[in-house]
């Protein structure tokens, strides 16, 4: 049986190099501009609307809007969200406002029943901006001064309803340098990023509200975030509603592009992750628990079965592609490599560990985020339903 299990680690790891391999040469890079298909291509430059929810966001936001600031790409407006902050969140855009008369502080009214706060903040700005295109980014992103324009570029390039960009992800404590990664990993090792364009099926579809973009008409066809008012993870729902409707869209690294530091401890990255691990499959618990399997036989079991001999040569085959797969996913979009190469069996040991938490929770309707509880169950009884 051992045996058996170390065969289908040693398979599922060499599908996911080769995955990494090949996002490794030929992922589209959000960092650079695909040259155009004809000398005009480029030559229209489209208001875009820059959108922000904050809650309580003040150690953040003055920060994302500096480099919001410094775009190269200078037909744009900025809207922020304050979503009923504790802190001065409001009063840092209300500052910023009174120096740049393109950006703008909106309130938040009321959370309706059945919305997440996120989605609810975001439909707001929608309702506020006037831009053709649209560009939600959270309040603790900052961005290269190129991040907008090559978002436009990419968009008018390849005729793209939607895009999203999985930002650089920036850690410091072990925590955020164990966990954080990993769910890079689940991209850039299981997805082939060029089929999110490619391929019709929205099962190969994949986005990061950390910087999603939407043609105006697009998102108002989609129904806005209306349409995923309840979802937890609403980027990956907006991506698979894109593709269902036959709309273009793609899904790219933001590497040396789009900046977040989304978690700064433990307990952050325990509730953050426990927020949104199970979403990732809809809910599925068959699926879920089968990719938890799936890491648990491929990335940590052969650090078990090396010390039997009967298993030695196996398990170092096994533990050699784990070392390459993520030796490559640290020097192509820059994680940790120390923590992320030599403690790779831990990080995946701790993810699977926040999976397990975020099932128990989402199931006992435990979820919370930001102060506010969010509400799974009607969620849960609509996939039932289906």
């Given at each position: 049986?051992?045996?058996v ?13 080769a995955?990494?391999l ?5 992922a589209?890079?959000l ?12 030559a229209s430059n489209?208001l ?18 500096a ?10 407006e900025?809207?922020?969200l304050d979503?009923?902050s ?8 209300q500052?910023?406002a ?6 703008r ?25 006037r831009?053709?295109?649209?560009i939600?980014?959270?309040?603790d ?11 436009v570029?990419?968009m ?12 650089q ?22 997805l082939?990023?060029w089929?999110t ?13 950390q910087?999603?973009a ?19 993870v ?15 869209m ?6 040396d ?11 952050q990255?325990?509730?953050?992750f ?9 809910y ?5 628990f089968?990719?938890l ?8 079991l ?17 533990i ?28 995946i ?8 938490n ?6 006992q ?22």
């Amino acid at each position: 049986m051992i045996t058996v299990l170390i065969y289908m680690a040693l398979a599922v790891l060499t599908v996911f190099l080769a995955i990494t391999l090949y996002n490794y040469f030929t992922a589209p890079m959000l960092r650079e501009v695909p040259p155009p298909q004809n000398p005009q291509q480029y030559a229209s430059n489209p208001l875009v609307s820059v959108l922000i929810p904050a809650r309580n966001e003040a150690a953040n936001i003055g920060n994302c809007l500096a480099g919001l600031l410094a775009q190269s790409y200078k037909n744009m407006e900025i809207i922020v969200l304050d979503d009923h902050s504790e802190d001065k969140t409001a009063e840092i855009v209300q500052e910023f406002a009174r120096h740049y008369p393109n950006i703008r502080l909106v309130e938040g009214r009321p959370l309706p029943p059945e919305w997440t706060g996120k989605n609810w903040a975001c439909q707001q700005l929608s309702a506020a901006a006037r831009g053709m295109i649209y560009i939600f980014t959270d309040a603790d992103n900052t961005h290269s001064p190129e991040a907008v324009h090559n978002t436009v570029r990419w968009m008018q390039r390849y005729d793209l309803s939607m895009i999203s960009a999985f930002p650089q992800q920036q850690t410091q404590t072990l925590p955020e340098q164990l966990a954080v990664p990993v769910v890079d990993m689940f991209v850039y090792a299981g997805l082939p990023l060029w089929l999110t364009y490619t391929s019709p099926y929205p099962s190969l579809a994949a986005a990061n509200g950390q910087w999603i973009a939407f043609t105006r008409q697009a998102y108002v066809e989609l129904g806005g975030h209306l349409s995923v008012r309840q979802h937890v993870v609403e980027d990956v729902e907006l991506s698979r509603a894109t593709k269902s409707r036959g709309l273009r869209m793609m899904t790219t690294a933001g590497t040396d592009t789009v900046f977040c530091r989304m978690y700064q401890n433990f307990d952050q990255v325990w509730t953050g992750f426990t927020k949104n691990l199970f979403g990732l499959v809809g809910y599925s618990a068959i699926g879920f628990f089968a990719l938890l399997t799936l890491l648990f036989v491929a990335c940590i079991l052969p650090y078990f079965t090396v010390w039997f001999a009967d298993f030695r040569w196996i398990s170092l085959g096994a533990i050699a592609l784990n070392l390459v797969l993520r030796l490559l996913i640290s020097l192509k979009y820059k994680h940790p490599i120390p923590v992320s190469v030599v403690l790779h069996p831990v990080s995946i040991g701790f993810i699977i560990a926040i999976g397990i938490n975020s099932f128990i929770r989402v199931k006992q309707g435990r979820i919370e985020w930001k102060n506010r509880a969010i509400n799974t169950s009607a969620l849960l009884k609509d996939i039932s339903l289906e």
